[in-house]
């Protein structure tokens, strides 16, 4: 048979998000029919059937073990599958306070893994392609440069007889538009 999906009521929304508030400002947005929750840009915990988990990473996950937390998981066609959140213990679930350090591990597992996303993304956009090589014959350094002075021509050519002049107004692009490459 089917698994129910997620569900959680308002009441148990609105107490998870006080037991959350020692960190600030967190969100609880609608997901898969539970909830995702949010701080500092980065979903670090979510409500799935009126329980609380917070993501663990190889830093924060031994703290859960070591607490007999019980791991988060979600049903596929092939069975459950573990995910990367954990239940925080049930003294925890009691008082904003009891439920702080497990919340700032949550938090800090959620940030680093998107600090490691945004690390993994910046060395693919800068170091992915290799340089290519310059054409046979052409001088060093000046790859690119015949683009950029054709371009120069192109406008002169638009324009002619007004040298030192403003260029003339382009006609405003429908918002939301974006600009033609050329």
Do not use: I
């Amino acid at each position: 048979g089917r698994e129910a999906a997620m569900s959680n009521t308002p009441g148990f929304v609105a107490h998870a998000l006080d037991l959350l508030a020692p960190l600030g400002a967190v969100a609880a947005r609608p997901m898969f029919g539970g909830h995702g929750l949010y701080a500092r840009g980065v979903m670090f915990g979510l409500l799935d059937d009126e329980e609380l988990f917070l993501r663990a990473d190889d830093e924060a996950r031994p703290a859960f073990l070591a607490a007999g937390c019980r791991q988060w998981s979600y049903p596929t066609k092939k069975g459950r599958v573990p995910g990367d959140y954990w239940r925080p213990p049930d003294e925890a679930h009691e008082d904003a306070e009891g439920m702080r350090p497990w919340a700032e591990l949550g938090l800090a597992a959620a940030l680093r893994r998107a600090a490691g996303k945004a690390a993994r993304g910046q060395a693919r956009t800068t170091g992915a392609r290799p340089a290519r090589p310059s054409p046979p014959g052409a001088a060093k350094g000046t790859r690119g440069t015949k683009a950029k002075g054709a371009k120069g021509t192109r406008r002169a050519a638009r324009a002619p007889g007004r040298a030192g002049s403003a260029p003339a107004a382009r006609p405003s692009r429908p918002a939301g538009k974006a600009p033609r490459r050329r």
